[in-house]
């Protein structure tokens, strides 16, 4: 993915404080989505979800996110 025009796609961070633990990239509404659920699981962690700005994917001097996993597997995130 090189640009966004629709803003459909969203970057979502787990943070341990200022430490980034986790980056991944979703649609609008499944990061939503993830946010909402995901949030209680990892009470003592920060869940982001931002717009990726258009251009170079806004993933500039980063490796690039991957894809959420399917949302079947989100409770094997957590235990």
Known sequence: MTSD???RWRRIRIWLGDLLVAEYMAER???SRYQRVMTP???G???TVEPIPSGSGGMEGA???VEL???EL???TVQ
Do not use: V
């Open 63 to 65: 490796a690039p996110a």
């Open 41 to 43: 699981k990892f009470s």
């Open 69 to 71: 996993p399917s949302e």
């Open 29 to 31: 509404e499944q990061a």
């Open 5 to 7: 025009p629709a803003g």
């Open 74 to 76: 989100w409770s094997l």
């Open 45 to 47: 962690l920060r869940i």
